[in-house]
């Protein structure tokens, strides 16, 4: 009943730009933290990206800084813009959310979507 759906992931050249989309359905995700991870091959996971219900500002992992920017509107949706992609930002990124994490912690999310894979090849 609860349920992520991301997409716009795919394939894109060295320095190019991609954004990405959430979308809840079962539940609104007003007062929840909702986030980006992903995850390359080889790696383990990494919180991209999160906006905490505590305070709701952005924050982002260092590596992309300056590069993605994580939004959201107030119930639906929430989008990772990411531009300057370079291979190490290869991987599957999920779209993540919690209603109890006041805080951007990985292992305090408990919905996941399923992911949608980001490519960056020439």
């Known amino acids: 009943q609860l349920q992520l759906v991301e997409s716009g992931g795919g394939l894109v050249q060295p320095g190019g730009s991609l954004t990405l989309s959430c979308v809840a359905s079962?539940?609104?995700?007003?007062?929840?933290?909702v986030g980006w991870i992903r995850q390359a091959p080889g790696k383990e996971r990494e919180e991209v990206a999160c906006?905490?219900?505590?305070?709701?500002?952005p924050t982002h992992v260092d590596s992309v800084k300056g590069r993605f920017r994580i939004s959201r509107d107030r119930v639906k949706t929430v989008w990772l813009e990411m531009n300057s992609l370079n291979s190490e930002d290869t991987g599957v990124y999920y779209c993540v959310a919690s209603q109890s994490a006041g805080l951007c912690v990985p292992s305090g999310m408990d919905n996941w979507g399923k992911g949608t894979l980001v490519t960056v090849f020439s």
């Open positions: 906006i905490s219900r505590s305070d709701g500002v």
């Open positions: 079962g539940f609104t995700l007003e007062h929840y933290t």
